[in-house]
């Protein structure tokens, strides 16, 4: 069982920026690709952003491309999403998600573990 525990959503102004922070229970260098979702208020939740187990592969939605970053530490089994250039639309809870499958995924159902989430709120 992998426990996630996302942290450092806030309130930031357009044009602003935060680093979102996903804490794992135990080791997850070699184990999972990680990822961020979000999900805002009556919508879908939706794929962000992931990264592979080294750290050498990344994805990101078309929406986040060029503005987010998603990286990864193992020694500190700490994943993190830097977030630049916010929009009023990235309002949303940010989830971070793990998955054993072998390829990075944006399916829901490819994370197999997810944490309980974090509020980013962008004010125009």
């Known amino acids: 069982q992998v426990h996630l525990v996302e942290s450092g959503g806030g309130l930031v102004q357009a044009g602003g920026s935060l680093r979102l922070s996903c804490a794992a229970s135990w080791r997850t260098s070699s184990s999972y690709n990680l990822g961020w979702f979000r999900q805002a208020p009556g919508k879908e939740r939706e794929f962000v952003a992931a990264?592979?187990?080294?750290?050498?592969?990344?994805d990101y939605a078309d929406s986040t491309e060029g503005r987010f970053t998603i990286s990864r530490d193992n020694a500190k089994d700490t994943l993190y999403l830097q977030m630049n250039s916010l929009k009023p639309e990235d309002t949303a809870v940010y989830y971070c998600?793990?998955?054993?499958?072998?390829?990075?995924?944006?399916?829901?159902?490819?994370?197999?573990?997810w944490g309980q989430g974090t509020q980013v709120t962008v004010s125009s």
């Open positions: 998600a793990a998955s054993y499958r072998s390829g990075l995924g944006r399916g829901l159902n490819e994370y197999d573990y």
């Open positions: 990264i592979s187990r080294g750290g050498g592969g990344t």
